[in-house]
């Protein structure tokens, strides 16, 4: 043969082999660990259709995911995510819930390019949303602890006990800084005083791992498969709505809404938070999903934030009744992931405006690039599965030993008898007979609240943990007779001869603007169980409550009382304290009113009259040696 000839040859073959025809995979610089994650990002983007871009852009529900046919195949889905309530089936368990996730997994894997998803839960008190979690006090009572290391480590936990379930990303923590107690979500904020807030942004290294000294400024970090990517929500004044109606206006200057609600998302931002989640509600009158001042030119560009900046559940449609134009005003604010009311109407609706450049292509890709940097970023093309052996971790008895210390440095001792020289508390763990009485003395649901296994949380033992009434019986001596009475008249507690009585009332469970209340007051019998016990024999009200309520008409009766806040699962801390094991340290973190009038009243106000003000909070010293 002449040397043309095989010349030839040879180059034929070397072309087949470099366009693929020989059968070798093409190189795709995208799926190459070793290549910088700028180089994987851009290789991948390159590689995109709309269609496949803009559904990075979307998160699902699941419910809605699996009533569909295959829906992440088809649409390209980028981030699924279970709402409050939304499980793959009743009491379900850790193995059930990484079935699910990797389930939706292997469909994200069997596109053409094979974009593994972000799956997405609320766990804002642990991992609230699954049975047998350890459920942490609410940030109300973290609050009163201020104590960052201890929030850190409750991030820490909460990481595994999501990972346990396969899921990546948690929505949290709520650094609201919540101005007015008649606000559904008081509850979800750790304090009145941005200071406050600021240093218990510590959750976020405890979600996601302490960023590297060398990091850059707003860029995302997470540190490894036992950790979970974090959210700061909701950007921002949600806190300050106009009194204290989720979802409203919050009228204030720009000034302070840059020196009460801004500051703890500038330290999420330097912690290396992977997102920022937008608040429902409005500043000054403008919708927070459409204000692209605060979003974009504000975080985007002046914070340096890099990671992913996403909407609240359907909060993009809440920006007018106009689909169309809500979509248009959301994406353009600079909203990088939609959580859509109808995803498939986002889909197309976003397909057409991009097409008639009513949304620009560069708009779509930053919104791409950040998404995609955050998932190279936390390894999940090289490692997309949850891993079966993570479950062990639900649940797991150091956790809840965490939370019991919690729960511990969270309560207020706000009365102690009727003076210094004659306090109730510690109560004797000796005595013949006491009395445990109220709604919310053996009841998990009360005790945790809302966002608890539902979204608006529910009364009963909805989840395993320890109840007011078992800490009790746990702690008092052998020989002392524990009895329970929910709701006793007045009669039965002066005939049976008791030492003493603990009352444990409160709220019922509630979420967002469920709890909107304008009177705070404590929900009957609350009250006439008060009245019933205390004006008979002495006693000491636990109040569970989500944010400080009416209170000052039943002190009179109330030998001692406790602000308690909402606990979670692991009622035993507060028998702690009670019997002396442990000294009362909390100190409030919210201005206690006297009536509901006064508000909003907040710690540096003018006129400042509290009841109980900012900081106060009775101590005690142990007695026992543990």
């Not at 997102?275 to 979003?295: E, P, R």
């Not at 609240?449 to 009434?469: A, K, M, P, Q």
């Not at 000052?552 to 606990?567: F, S, T």
Request: glycine letters at 10%; charged letters at 20%.
């Amino acid at each position: 043969m002449a040397k043309d000839s095989i010349f030839i040859i040879v180059v034929i073959i070397a072309a087949a082999a470099a366009t693929g025809i020989m059968g070798e995979a093409e190189y795709m610089a995208y799926k190459d660990p070793k290549q910088p994650m700028n180089r994987r990002i851009e290789d991948l983007i390159s590689r995109m259709t709309l269609q496949e871009k803009i559904g990075q852009m979307v998160q699902v529900e699941r419910a809605v995911a699996v009533a569909s046919d295959d829906v992440v195949k088809n649409y390209f889905i980028g981030s699924l995510l279970s709402s409050g309530g939304s499980a793959p089936a009743k009491d379900a368990t850790a193995e059930q819930w990484i079935d699910m996730v990797n389930g939706f997994q292997k469909s994200a894997l069997s596109t053409r390019l094979g974009i593994p998803i972000i799956y997405g839960i609320d766990a804002i008190h642990g991992n609230n949303n699954v049975y047998k979690a350890t459920i942490f006090p609410h940030n109300i009572g973290l609050g009163v602890t201020r104590d960052p290391k201890l929030v850190k480590k409750i991030g820490a936990a909460t990481a595994l006990e999501v990972r346990a379930t396969g899921i990546q990303y948690a929505f949290a923590p709520c650094i609201a800084v919540c101005r007015d107690p008649r606000w559904g979500r008081c509850f979800e904020s750790y304090s009145e005083d941005p200071k406050i807030v600021e240093a218990l942004t510590e959750l976020i290294p405890g979600l996601q791992g302490d960023i590297p000294a060398n990091s850059s400024k707003g860029v995302p970090f997470i540190g490894g498969r036992r950790k979970v990517l974090a959210c700061a929500k909701h950007y921002v004044g949600d806190g300050g709505t106009t009194r204290g109606i989720n979802e409203n206006n919050t009228l204030l200057s720009y000034h302070n809404l840059l020196s009460i609600h801004m500051p703890a998302y500038y330290y999420s931002i330097i912690k290396g938070v992977s997102t920022v989640m937008i608040s429902y509600s409005s500043w000054n009158g403008v919708k927070m999903h459409a204000n692209k001042g605060l979003i974009t030119d504000f975080l985007k560009n002046r914070l340096k934030f890099r990671g992913i900046v996403i909407s609240d559940y359907a909060g993009i449609d809440k920006i007018s009744s106009n689909s169309t134009y809500s979509i248009i005003a959301g994406v353009n604010a600079g909203i990088d992931m939609i959580i859509p009311g109808s995803f498939k109407n986002f889909i197309d609706s976003l397909t057409v405006l991009v097409e008639n450049k009513f949304v620009s292509m560069s708009r779509i890709d930053d919104a791409v690039k950040r998404i995609l940097r955050v998932k190279f970023m936390m390894g999940l093309f090289e490692h997309p599965f949850a891993d079966y052996s993570m479950k062990k971790y639900l649940g797991r008895k150091k956790h809840r030993e965490l939370a019991r210390e919690a729960v511990r440095k969270s309560l207020v001792l706000l009365k102690n008898g009727e003076s210094a020289d004659q306090p109730l508390l510690p109560l004797p763990k000796k005595a013949k007979r006491i009395l445990v009485a109220g709604t919310h003395a053996d009841d998990i649901g009360n005790q945790c609240g809302g966002w608890t296994i539902e979204w608006r949380g529910l009364s009963g033992n909805i989840t395993i943990g320890t109840t007011i009434l078992s800490a009790i019986k746990n702690t008092v001596d052998p020989e002392t007779e524990v009895v329970y009475s929910e709701n006793p008249d007045v009669e039965y507690v002066k005939s049976q001869e008791f030492s003493y009585a603990v009352v444990a009332v409160g709220e019922h469970p509630y979420s967002e603007t469920f709890g909107d209340s304008l009177n705070l007051t404590i929900p009957d019998p609350g009250p006439s169980i008060i009245t019933n016990v205390c004006s008979s024999i002495k006693c000491v009200v636990i109040l569970i409550t989500g944010r400080p309520v009416v209170i000052e008409p039943y002190l009179g009766n109330i030998d001692a009382l406790v602000a308690a806040w909402l606990p979670g699962t692991e009622g035993q801390g507060i028998g702690d304290v009670l019997f002396g094991d442990y000294g009362f340290t909390g100190k409030l973190a919210r201005t206690w009113f006297k009536t509901v009038d006064q508000l909003p009243m907040n710690v540096g106000d003018r006129h400042y009259d509290p009841l109980y003000p900012f900081g106060y909070g009775l101590t005690t010293k142990p007695i026992h040696t543990n």
